[in-house]
């Protein structure tokens, strides 16, 4: 499955550095999401953008700033994380927009990027 | 708020034997969706059930909504090595919320 892709699919770093987690999606869709998902826990959602423009922050804290450039590509910036924020990080996409009336829509996760925080 | 509790959190067949993963609500779903996420992986979507009742068939899998719509079920026939993975309910619209999972081994 190529639909939603993510890069780097592995990332280890130090409190104090800055990176970023890039998603892409190609499936035409109009909804894109950053979940969390720890050992023994359940995903957790973070983030939905919706045409573009964010509609959700999951109480997130502001060292996680994500970004959404265009409808295919979602980015999210990390700074001074600490280690309990070692995560696999998932990316998805759905073709309605969010807060669209009607049946939940399909979610097509992309591969994830497992974040190691030293 | 709401709560979405999923059982079992682990289960352990041999090959063959039967597999069934409970999703219970404490209040009324409009909707409720399964995914699978094989281990290293990640979550792919199963199906979706709307309708009070409703039963939905894939293969050797089995997807129930309750009548109340506030409990679902995913009954897998004659397990496989190819069933290993975690099993989790989602509900919520886009802004979708996951159950705990129930992580399925099969061993032959």
Redesign the interface.
Known sequence: ?TGVTQTPRHLVMGMTNKKSLKCEQHLGHN?MYWYKQSAK???E?MF?Y?LEERV?NNSVPSRFSPECPNSSHLFLHLHTLQPEDSALY?CAS?Q?????SG??????????TRLTVL | GQQVMQIPQYQHVQEGEDFTTYCNSSTTL??I?WYKQRPG?????LI?L?KSGEVKKQKRLTFQFGEAKKNSSLHITATQTTDVGTY?CA???????????TQLKVEL
């Open positions: 499955e909804a826990k359940p995903l959602l939905v919706s959700e998932l759905s309605k927009p969010a807060g669209t049946s939940t829509d399909t979610q097509y996760f992309g591969p994830g | 409009s909707n969706q992986g990640h979550p792919v979507f979706q709307v989790f509900y919520g619209g886009n802004k979708l919320t996951f159950g705990t999972g």
